[in-house]
T-cell receptor
Framework: DAKTTQPTSMDCAEGRAANLPCNHS???????VYWYRQIHSQGPQYIIH???NNETNEMASLIITEDRKSSTLILPHATLRDTAVYYC????????????FGQGTTLQVKP | NAGVTQTPKFQVLKTGQSMTLQCAQD?????MSWYRQDPGMGLRLIHY???????DQGEVPNGYNVSRSTTEDFPLRLLSAAPSQTSVYFC?????????????FGSGTQLSVL
């Protein structure tokens, strides 16, 4: 699975959009981009995933560049409860189940 | 809506002791896995299973054993605990482990080995 690079930390004002970048320059054609988050010491929580098209669900939007070498997770209206560590993970379609976590981005939402 | 249940939530062991961390899911998921998370680090895969009777090693399997006798349960055994195994342990499951499936995580077991 390709490696990912994320900023160590980011701040966002409450109510504003939080844009979390992720670089995955070595991604291959059959690899999906996943985002999970971990609030405090809880178990990670799935947010969204995509292959090459932009995706949106009730939690967030995922924008994947045309060359698929990077992506951005967008939380449209961040709240204090969105303060968490956000993990960007690339996973091969042939790699059953295994998620390789990096160190993620610590997002601090401030009032 | 129990989801993935881990027990115990906290455990303190002495070096050399053995114990089993329990993980159960009620979603009829074939795929189950164990991760550990050290302070300030991401999660690392220990072992995983794609169905009853089938297990395989992840990134950091040494010092841990697993078995999968039922679809619902996937216990993680520490045969002789070491201080290096002090960590938070998470169990996760998904329907089949396919790329398009999301993993459901338990709330974790915090283990300290003295």
């Amino acid at each position: 699975d390709a490696k990912t690079t994320q900023p160590t930390s980011m701040d966002c004002a409450e109510g504003r959009a939080a844009n979390l970048p992720c670089n995955h320059s070595t991604i291959s054609g059959n690899e999906y981009v996943y985002w999970y988050r971990q609030i405090h010491s809880q178990g990670p929580q799935y947010i969204i995933h995509g292959l090459k098209n932009n995706e949106t669900n009730e939690m967030a939007s995922l924008i994947i560049t045309e060359d698929r070498k990077s992506s951005t997770l967008i939380l449209p209206h961040a709240t204090l409860r969105d303060t968490a560590v956000y993990y960007c993970i690339v996973k091969s379609s042939s790699n059953t189940g295994k998620l390789i976590f990096g160190q993620g981005t610590t997002l601090q939402v401030k009032p | 809506n129990a989801g993935v249940t881990q027990t115990p939530k906290f455990q303190v062991l002495k070096t050399g002791q053995s114990m089993t961390l329990q993980c159960a899911q009620d979603m009829n998921h074939e795929y189950m896995s164990w991760y550990r998370q050290d302070p300030g680090m991401g999660l690392r895969l220990i072992h995983y299973s794609v169905g009853a009777g089938i297990t395989d090693q992840g990134e950091v399997p040494n010092g841990y054993n697993v078995s999968r006798s039922t679809t619902e349960d996937f216990p993680l055994r520490l045969l002789s605990a070491a201080p290096s195994q002090t960590s938070v342990y998470f169990c996760a499951s998904s329907k089949t482990g396919a790329s398009t499936e999301k993993l459901f995580f338990g709330s974790g077991t915090q283990l300290s080995v003295l």
